[in-house]
């Protein structure tokens, strides 16, 4: 399926390198693009399993126990930094998720998930997915400002 992209809107005005290139927006399409059927293990037995087209899991190595346990999962989207030290850290990171045996009819649907590696997770409705963005880009612009305001 092809996005439409006449109405994407750069909400940064700064070009140029990839650390500092604008930020797009763009409507989400109106229509999910077909299910892929991929193989997969479950409890050691060969299948065939619909996965939604951003199905990043490799359900064979998974090889979950039962049905219900098969979650898919999109790529993930980390958000970095660099300690003052230089090490780099780890904040968290995004990705699509559906657990379609979940007993939450809400995580049935394709969602975003938010995790932090330490214990910290969230479920985001996809029609909160741009209130997301748009308070990380608000964060963005005031460490940006903080950063600037100090030094
Ligand atoms: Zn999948």
Same mark, same amino acid.
């Given at each position: ?64 126990? +039962? #049905?219900?346990?098969? !979650?898919?999962? $999109?790529?993930?989207?980390? *958000?970095?930094?660099? @300690?003052? &030290? ?24 394709? +969602? #975003?998930?938010?995790? !932090?590696?330490? $214990?910290?997770?969230?479920? *985001?409705?996809?029609? @909160?997915? &741009? ?21």
């Amino acid at each position: 399926m092809s996005m439409v992209l006449r109405d994407i809107k750069a909400v940064s005005p700064t070009p140029s390198s990839p650390a500092s290139a604008p930020i797009l927006s763009a409507p989400l399409p109106q229509q999910q693009p077909a299910p892929i059927v991929r193989p997969a293990l479950v409890n050691g037995i060969r299948i065939l399993l619909e996965c939604p087209s951003w199905c990043i899991t490799d359900h064979v190595a998974a090889n979950e126990r +039962h #049905l219900a346990d098969v !979650d898919h999962s $999109g790529e993930m989207v980390d *958000v970095t930094m660099t @300690d003052v &030290d230089g090490t780099p850290q780890l904040l968290g990171w995004f990705r699509l998720s559906v657990e379609p045996g979940s007993s939450r009819p809400e995580l049935r649907r394709p +969602h #975003l998930l938010v995790e !932090d590696g330490d $214990g910290f997770t969230a479920m *985001v409705a996809l029609e @909160d997915a &741009d209130a997301l963005a748009d308070s990380l880009a608000a964060a963005a612009v005031r460490v940006r400002a903080m950063a600037r305001a100090a030094g």
